[in-house]
């Protein structure tokens, strides 16, 4: 992979992308072959199928594949170097790890420097095994940050319904699977409310 690309004799790194990075569409910047540039970034989108370390930055690039730039291809460069770095790196199960399930969601409230759109992350864990992990653009607009957690936290139900529902086939029940959060506006829009009443 990384000989197709002449990347072999590139120098390791520790990360896939620096937090420093904003990927913008970058109008002014030089214009690079994007065949190779969808090559690379389609490489990368099949290893996110065990890779999770790289998801975010790999699709970050992915929206630049109509039109890429110099500054794209750079990120995509660095993620390849990331990986010569990393290859030591397994999703590690161990048999005793348990079923006990939980599902973390978080989001990026507009960090979506092109369209300003809200980024959802969710992780599920099975016992202290990661089973599945996503991260995707939001399709609804969000205003305040309590709705994009909300919208983040709805995502997370789905993989924590179809973890309880196929334990079901190996005779295992699961009672509530805990979906953790960080924002109490999102927290509270997903309580039922309860109005007082007030005394005449």
């Not at 937090?19 to 970058?26: F, I, R």
């Not at 998801?55 to 039109?67: H, I, P, T």
């Not at 500054?71 to 990986?83: A, D, G, M, T």
Request: hydrophobic share 35%; charged share 25%.
């Amino acid at each position: 992979m990384l000989k197709k690309f002449g990347l072999e004799d590139s120098k390791r790194i520790k990360t896939p992308m620096s937090s420093e990075t904003k990927l913008t569409q970058d109008k002014d910047g030089e214009s690079v072959d994007d065949t190779k540039y969808q090559g690379m970034v389609g490489i990368l989108l099949y290893l996110t199928a065990c890779r999770l370390d790289i998801m975010l930055s790999v699709c970050l690039c992915a929206c630049f594949q109509e039109d890429p730039k110099s500054s794209h291809l750079e990120v995509v460069k660095r993620i390849f170097r990331y990986i010569k770095g990393t290859t030591h790196l397994r999703l590690w199960c161990p048999k005793e790890a348990g079923v006990d399930t939980i599902v973390y969601a978080d989001f990026d409230h507009a960090g979506d420097y092109v369209g300003r759109i809200c980024t959802s992350g969710v992780c599920t864990f099975m016992g202290c095994c990661l089973t599945s992990w996503s991260s995707n653009k939001q399709t609804a607009l969000a205003i305040f940050p309590s709705e994009a957690e909300y919208v983040s936290a709805r995502k997370a139900c789905q993989p924590a319904l179809w973890m309880k529902q196929a334990l079901v086939d190996y005779d295992i029940k699961l009672d509530d699977v805990p979906i953790l959060c960080h924002n109490k506006g999102g927290i509270d829009l997903r309580t039922p409310l309860s109005i007082p009443v007030p005394n005449i």
